[in-house]
């Protein structure tokens, strides 16, 4: 008998375009839950805490090929964790985490992860990010910082917007990364990780590569 991860992945599957990757947001989620999910086909797992996803690292090491995503806002005394135990980081957020990030990246003479630059389109005081005004003033403090992999933007929408409002900040994000890449930064701007369970279709009309989905894939989470 199909569970109904497995169900909802082959119909989600079935539906999204060959170019965005699926990323399953797995922040509370158990073990037996990623490994239905991980038998489904998803090879690519976001989580928002440290510790929480160390654990679920430990129990779940037999899956060499999974990816791991970190979707939460970084700390800077976490950045090592973060980056020695994640495939992409989607948060950096401000430049002084990616001072420290390139910095412990040259101390530890590992390859970086993929990183995102998360921004905010749209006015948002719960949320962090550069404004889009914020990110451009930065570009050349960034530029500076080479051993970082940076690899487009990452974005979280305000809670409670009207779907043309919600349409509005996705293409904001996507207009500044072509922006970015037409000005002839040295990082690439070819990710947009846009999009969750209540506007990823909107992300992916406006051009989002990747999607992050928690709810939509695993039910509810326990209050």
């Known amino acids: 008998m199909t569970g109904k991860i497995t169900k909802r992945i082959q119909e989600l599957s079935e539906t999204l375009p060959s170019q965005v990757r699926l990323i399953a947001v797995t922040k509370t989620v158990s073990e037996e839950a990623i490994r239905e999910a991980y038998a489904a086909g998803i090879r690519d797992f976001g989580e928002n805490k440290i510790q929480e996803a160390l654990t679920k690292q430990k129990a779940l090491q037999d899956l060499k090929d999974i990816r791991w995503h970190f979707i939460g806002h970084l700390q ?8 020695t135990h994640f495939d992409w980081i989607h948060t950096c957020d401000r430049v002084k985490l990616a001072s420290r990030l390139d910095r412990l990246l040259g101390d530890l003479e590992i390859t970086s992860p993929k990183i995102l630059l998360q921004v905010k389109p749209l006015s ?22 080479h051993h970082l992999s940076i690899q487009g933007l990452m974005t979280i929408l305000p809670f409670g917007q009207s779907a043309a409002e919600t349409q509005t900040g996705f293409e904001k994000v996507r207009d500044l990364a072509q922006q970015i890449q037409s000005q002839n930064h040295h ?24 999607i992050r989905l928690g709810q939509t894939i695993f039910g509810k989470r326990p209050q």
């Not at 800077?76 to 980056?83: E, G, Y």
């Not at 003033?137 to 960034?142: C, F, V, Y």
């Not at 990082?187 to 990747?210: C, R």
């Open 76 to 83: 800077t005394n976490k950045a090592k964790l973060a980056l």
């Open 124 to 145: 948002d005081p719960n949320k962090y990010g550069w404004t889009i005004p914020e990110l451009l003033d930065a570009l050349p403090t960034l530029e500076q910082y």
């Open 187 to 210: 990082f690439s701007m070819k990710e947009l990780s846009m999009g969750m369970s209540g506007d990823y279709p909107l992300a992916i009309e406006a051009g989002a590569t990747m």
